[in-house]
Structure formats: structure tokens, C-alpha cells
């Protein structure tokens, strides 16, 4: 069994904001010890080979004990070549040398054949793995950073909050913080969340398709109108809601009819797109029981069909043609739910 090296980090995971966060608190807590001279971040791609990667490793750290190496995205974004020369270096490292490897979900996977660089580092490695918060652990974060500026918040505007978010903690910091300064020493309204929180839009397609579930279809209709509202053109709202069902047929086939375990759906789902998220995958993976194969199945036939009339004029798009539009979609949401 290789031999453990605390000196070789590897973080991961889809939970952004605290893989910075973190970061941040290395930076600064090594900073203290060895100066900010010792500090190395590797992170264009015209740095990310291995003879740069390697010239970090092995240069000695000036009036200190130890250079911090942060090498990011170089899983996703270097090539294999590359990392397999890396990965051997790692036999050697020196005792001065700590290294970071941080991954941002967000950079895109180079498709390219894989190396073992990744495994070698979950064997002798110290191995972050970042997820996204779970609905309570939103609630609590977010409960927590207004307390900070005395505001109260009522439990269906918390609601209302959670469900308008993928996680995205990054962006959502920043929201709440701006929600509790506006909002100091009072409580939230309804108003403020609608000035201060952005609508996020695959959160309100789930939420469209959960009303279609609930058989409430004045609520889809008051869901689709939000996304309309959202500014976004109607033909892309069907592509997207169209695109979210054949994701969870493609998670339902996954789990009903080739068995797959509910953890391993997601490995799974790489194979159809290497760059998809895990949290929308998780999320279908809890609507895909909602449905039947069939009923899916016939929904995103109906939602293809609007999408292709109105592509070829079929539906006419004019500004005095809304109201026809907007039938034909409450017409197709009547259907799904009867």
C-alpha cells in the first residue's frame, strides 16, 4: 500500500464556493508561516504541463520551510501526456514542496484518454470532496449569514429562496448578504426577494415539472410565465423543458430497466455528457419517480412537436400571436396533467 503523503491535497466537487472558501483559509493560514513569496499558483493553460508544474515542485522555498503549489484544473483541462509525467514526479516529491491540485466544476473536461494522475492522488493524497448543500444545510447557511445583520426571514420566503437555487452557494452569498444589508434590523418581504434574489432558470424548470406532477396546473402556468418573464425567448423555454424530460427518461431507463444503483447514476450519466453536472442529475434522479416511462415518454413528444411547429411557422411567432402560443403550451399542460 503506497505510503501517505499529507503534503498533496486534492480538491474537488460541484460546491464552488467553499472550494475558494477553503483555499482561502490555506492561502492565508500558510501566508502566516512561510510568507506570501512561497506562494505558487499554476492555473493558465499555457502553464499547465508538466515542466512548469514540475519547476514549481522543485524550487526551494525562499527564507521559509515550504512552498504551497496550487495547480488548478489540470485534471480536467491537462493533457494525459502531461499528468503522467506528474503523477511519477509525485514518487519524489520534496519534503518542501506542498501541493494543491484544485479543480473548478465549472472548467470544462478536455475529452482526451485518461491518466492515472487522479487515482495516484486519492491513494497517497489528502482528498477535499466539496458537495453541494443539501435543502436544511441551505436553510441553516442561509439563516446563519442573515442573522449577521439582525434580519428575520419567514419559513415560506426561506422556501422560496432554497427552491430558486441549484446550490450555486457562490452567487447565493452574495445575494444574501445583499438581502440582509438591505434588509438590516427587520424582516424579509416578499417584495425584497423579488428586487434581490435572482430567478435562477433550470430551478423554475424543475419547479414547472413539479407542478406538472402535482397535477396543479395553475401553478405550471404561473411557472412558465415566470420563466417568460425571466427574459428568455419561449422557443429555448421549450428546448429547455423539453431537454430536463429526456434527461429523466434517460435516469428512469437507468434506474428501472438496467438497475443501476441510484449512486452510480450519475457515473453513469457521463457517458451520455461528459460535462454534466451532478446536481441536476440528482435532482431528476428525485423526480424520475414521479412519472412513469410512459408518461415522460409522451410529454416530450408533445413538447418536441410544439418545438417543431413553431420552428416551421406551423405556430405563428408575431407579437399578435402570443395569446394563440400561449394556448397552444396551456393546452399541452392541461394534457400532461389529465
Not at 490555506?26 to 510568507?35: A, C, L, M
Not at 521559509?64 to 485534471?75: D, M, P, Q, S
Not at 442573522?147 to 419567514?154: A, C, L, M, P
Request: hydrophobic share 40%.
Amino acid at each position: 500500500m503506497a505510503a501517505i503523503n499529507p503534503n498533496i491535497s486534492l480538491f474537488h466537487g460541484e460546491n464552488l464556493y467553499l472550494l475558494e472558501k477553503t483555499l482561502e483559509n490555506w492561502f492565508q493560514n500558510f501566508e502566516k508561516k512561510h510568507g506570501d513569496i512561497n506562494i505558487t499558483i499554476i492555473d493558465s493553460e499555457e502553464e499547465l504541463n508538466a515542466k512548469t508544474i514540475i519547476n514549481a515542485l522543485e524550487s526551494a522555498p525562499f527564507l521559509g520551510e515550504k512552498r504551497l503549489i496550487v495547480i488548478k484544473n489540470f485534471l480536467r483541462g491537462g493533457e494525459s501526456e502531461e499528468q503522467d509525467k506528474v503523477e511519477k514526479f509525485l514518487e519524489n516529491l520534496p519534503e518542501t514542496a506542498v501541493v494543491i491540485f484544485f479543480e473548478n466544476p465549472n472548467f470544462e473536461t478536455k475529452k482526451r484518454p485518461k491518466s492515472g494522475l487522479k487515482k495516484t492522488i486519492e491513494k497517497i493524497g489528502d482528498v477535499k470532496v466539496f458537495a453541494l448543500p443539501s435543502p436544511q444545510e441551505l436553510t441553516t447557511w442561509i439563516q446563519n449569514k442573515l442573522q449577521k445583520y439582525n434580519t428575520t426571514i419567514s419559513p415560506a420566503l426561506m422556501n422560496e429562496i432554497v427552491n430558486n437555487s441549484t446550490g450555486d452557494m457562490l452567487t447565493l452569498s452574495q445575494e444574501v448578504a445583499k438581502l440582509g444589508l438591505y434588509c438590516e434590523n427587520r424582516a424579509v418581504t416578499q417584495l425584497d426577494i423579488d428586487l434581490l434574489i435572482s430567478k435562477n432558470y433550470a430551478a423554475t424548470v424543475f419547479q414547472f415539472t413539479d407542478s406538472l406532477n402535482a397535477k396543479n396546473p395553475q401553478e405550471a402556468i404561473r411557472k412558465l410565465h415566470t420563466l417568460i418573464d425571466m427574459g428568455e425567448e419561449i422557443l429555448i423555454i421549450l428546448t429547455m423543458i423539453a431537454r430536463h424530460f429526456r434527461l429523466l427518461i434517460l435516469v428512469k431507463d437507468l434506474l428501472e430497466n438496467q438497475k443501476i444503483p441510484k449512486g452510480r447514476v450519475y457515473e453513469k450519466m457521463t457517458t451520455y455528457d461528459q460535462n454534466i453536472k451532478p446536481y441536476p442529475v440528482k435532482l431528476a434522479i428525485d423526480q424520475s419517480s414521479k412519472f412513469t416511462l410512459d408518461q415522460m415518454k409522451q410529454i416530450y413528444s408533445d413538447l418536441v412537436r410544439i418545438s417543431t411547429d413553431l420552428r416551421t411557422g406551423k405556430i405563428p411567432q408575431g407579437d399578435n400571436d402570443k395569446n394563440l402560443l400561449l394556448l397552444e403550451i396551456e393546452k399541452f399542460i392541461v394534457k400532461s396533467i389529465a
